[in-house]
């Protein structure tokens, strides 16, 4: 009898756990479906903001103001390229994360199907 509820007792960790991780993976897709609309407002703002610079200094400004409007123009670049690294970092981060979880889910689904197997 002891030896059936300690069995009984894995079974129900691993499900606890399984149900935590499943948790996990759910908020992950969330954070996911968020970081890519963030990341899709982000560089379609850097988008709009690059045209508009560029179209200013094509429509042509004063020589005074010129090298103050190029040098926005190279930050903004600058920054949109960090922007892009940053952004391919994070998304490859979750992505891993997500991997992990699926990894540890598929350990404990074959763990739990050994324990209910030789009941």
Request: avoid cysteine; aromatic fraction near 10%.
């Amino acid at each position: 009898m002891k030896k059936g509820n300690s069995k009984q007792d894995q079974l129900d960790e691993l499900h606890r756990r399984q149900y935590e991780l499943e948790q996990k993976i759910d908020d992950l897709d969330v954070e996911y479906r968020q970081f890519k609309v963030v990341r899709e407002d982000v560089m379609s703002s850097q988008g709009s903001a690059l045209f508009h610079f560029k179209n200013l200094l094509d429509l042509g400004v004063t020589s005074s103001h010129s090298a103050f409007y190029h040098y926005l123009l190279d930050d903004i670049e600058s920054t949109t390229r960090t922007l892009e690294v940053d952004f391919e970092e994070e998304d490859k981060a979750i992505k891993k994360r997500y991997q992990a979880y699926q990894t540890q889910l598929t350990v404990l689904q074959d763990q739990r199907k050994k324990l209910e197997g030789d009941k």
